[in-house]
């Protein structure tokens, strides 16, 4: 069975803020698939009509909304507790996820991640940061606690300089009155496709690719020094050379993908340092091949331009012998 994620969300939110930067909901969607195989995330919020167009972001997202109603205090400060709610849909929903996962640092929620952990069926409890975890849910959830302050990397929303993220959504009006609303979500699609960059790397990568490169280049080098072209045996040299490091740079290419066919399991047991040595020492070796085919082929594109037989046609050798007999005649005048 999947495992389920159920979050509080003013509390996930405030606890972001206090550490001044804010979530990316969308990043934060696939780091709970990711790293914690939830196949549904459930999201807590008190409604509030001028928040609609977070709530589509949300559901757009991949999130399903669960409301309650808002009531306002005095001053007009609206307050939305979802305690009550976020337990009853984890009872609810208790027999169809392996294990849940609580996104929370309110105390209140001690007792249902109590009762999770002894039957087996907590995956995580996600603090948003560790000043504001409350002791009793440290207590419950024990060593099952992770901090959400420390996959800021990860989760943290970004906006670049002219290229958003993200547009802002068009609102979707909510029918009837909010309270216990649930909305599921769209379809949520990690990946949307191949970007284009990404079918510019793939060409990169490709045989045909790394062929025609390698074969230009090989041209060029070969033109070095010389309007005459090469030998035979030069250029058959050449692309005896061409091919060989063609096959080291299809190995490399192979072993780049290598780490993607990799159980995710087994990948995110593996420590990163393994993975940046590994790469560094592919692309280390991938350059002093680039490094040596290209000085190997200087070098016999330099042997090839001395090997030119220098002739002169018959008209050159006229217009050779009426120059040294001119300039003989001027001499003895």
């Not at 090989?218 to 091919?243: G, K, W, Y």
């Not at 070098?299 to 012998?321: C, I, P, Y």
């Amino acid at each position: 069975m999947p495992n389920f994620a159920f979050i509080d969300g003013q509390n996930l939110h405030l606890g972001i803020a206090d550490l001044g930067w804010q979530v990316d909901w969308t990043r934060f969607r696939i780091y709970l698939g990711e790293h914690y195989g939830v196949d549904r995330a459930y999201y807590f919020v008190g409604y509030l009509a001028d928040n609609q167009a977070l709530y589509t972001r949300l559901q757009n997202a991949g999130y399903s909304l669960v409301f309650k109603t808002v009531t306002y205090r005095g001053g007009g400060k609206p307050k939305g507790n979802v305690d009550a709610e976020l337990v009853l849909q984890a009872m609810i929903e208790y027999p169809h996820y392996d294990r849940a996962v609580i996104v929370t640092s309110d105390g209140d929620f001690g007792c249902l991640v109590r009762y999770l952990y002894d039957q087996g069926k907590l995956e995580r409890v996600l603090s948003p940061n560790r000043k504001g975890c409350s002791a009793l849910l440290k207590r419950a959830a024990r060593e099952k606690l992770d901090f959400l302050e420390d996959a800021k990397r990860k989760i943290e929303y970004k906006k670049l300089k002219g290229h958003p993220l993200r547009t802002e959504p068009e609102s979707v009006p909510l029918p009837g009155d909010p309270e216990r609303q649930h909305i599921p979500p769209r379809s949520f699609v990690k990946d949307s496709g191949p970007t284009g960059r990404t079918c510019i790397a793939l060409w990169a990568l490709s045989p045909t690719a790394a062929r025609g490169i390698l074969g230009s280049m090989t041209t060029i080098l070969l033109s070095v020094s010389t309007e005459s072209q090469p030998t035979t045996s030069a250029l058959e040299e050449a692309r005896a050379l061409q091919r060989r490091h063609l096959t080291l740079l299809s190995i490399f290419a192979v072993a780049a993908f290598l780490p993607f066919m990799l159980p995710r399991d087994l990948t995110q047991a593996l420590p990163a340092a393994i993975f940046v040595l590994f790469y560094g020492v592919l692309g280390l070796a991938a350059g002093a091949s680039g490094i040596t085919w290209i000085l190997r082929t200087t070098r016999l594109a330099l042997r090839a331009s001395r090997t030119v037989d220098f002739e002169l046609n018959e008209e050159g050798r006229k217009q050779l012998v009426e120059f040294l007999q001119a300039h003989t005649s001027r001499r003895t005048g």
